[in-house]
């Protein structure tokens, strides 16, 4: 099946520090989403980005859908230590007929005290 | 609204046994989508309801698997003669068929088979 790639698979950052990770793929997407899942919990949806190019906020949270439409990136300012968990990218493919999400592996954020 | 809720959060079942999960999506989203989410992997998508039509399932859907929606809301997720390899989170996530690609996630349901 198709995959995104998604990386670091780890991040070990101090508190306060920026955080971007980001996510690729060979297959051109639709739409590119951003998850944050915590331990026995489902993921959140934080950012949906719907065009090539664009870039958007919330809060301190910005994403931007790759030009190529293959690939996006999720950059977090100053990091607060709720921002722990698990972050995921996730993608609906181009050409239609698969409306399930195709998600990456996810990259485990860890704030250091 | 309290968002998409599932039920039971956690089960535990033995092999060759059945389990049936159920699934209340946010009340105005008429999509409703199932999801298999093992340790250290992105949730894989099963399969999708627009309404109550099944329109979409995933290959990973094998056929001790099945799904209902029958009246457009709730959905239940029925595993028959449960494997070890069943043992997994299962996700449910609704959304707005104008949307469609925001889907919101409930809070799961662990499955364990010993």
């Known amino acids: 099946g198709q995959q995104l790639n998604q990386s670091p698979q780890s991040m070990f950052i101090q508190e306060g520090e920026d955080v971007s990770m980001n996510c690729t793929s060979s297959?051109?997407?639709?739409?590119w989403l951003w998850y944050k899942q915590d331990p026995g919990e489902g993921p959140v949806l934080l950012i949906a980005?719907?065009?090539?190019?664009e870039l958007t906020s919330n809060g301190r949270l910005t994403a931007q859908f790759g030009i190529t439409r293959k690939d996006s990136f999720l950059n977090i300012s100053a990091s607060i230590p709720s921002d722990v968990g698990i972050y995921f990218c996730?993608?609906?493919?181009?050409?239609?007929?698969?409306?399930?999400?195709?998600f990456g592996k996810g990259t485990h954020l860890i704030i250091q005290p | 609204d309290t968002g998409v809720s599932q039920d039971p959060r956690h089960k535990i079942t033995k092999r060759g046994q059945n389990v049936t999960f159920r699934c209340d999506p946010i009340?105005?989203?008429?999509?409703l989508y199932w999801y298999r989410q093992t340790l250290g992997q992105g949730p894989e998508f099963l399969t999708y309801?627009?309404?109550?039509?099944?329109?979409?399932k995933s290959r990973l859907l094998s056929d001790r698997f099945s799904a209902e929606r029958p009246k457009g809301s709730f959905s239940t997720l029925e595993i028959q003669r449960t494997e070890q390899g069943d043992s997994a989170m299962y996700l449910c996530?609704?959304?707005?068929?104008?949307?469609?690609?925001?889907?919101?996630f409930g809070p799961g349901t662990r499955l364990t088979v010993t």
């Open positions: 297959s051109i997407f639709n739409t």
């Open positions: 980005l719907y065009k090539a190019g």
């Open positions: 996530a609704s959304s707005f068929s104008g949307t469609a690609n925001e889907q919101y």
């Open positions: 309801f627009q309404n109550e039509a099944q329109l979409e």
């Open positions: 996730a993608g609906q493919l181009s050409g239609g007929g698969a409306d399930g999400l195709t």
């Open positions: 009340s105005e989203h008429n999509r």
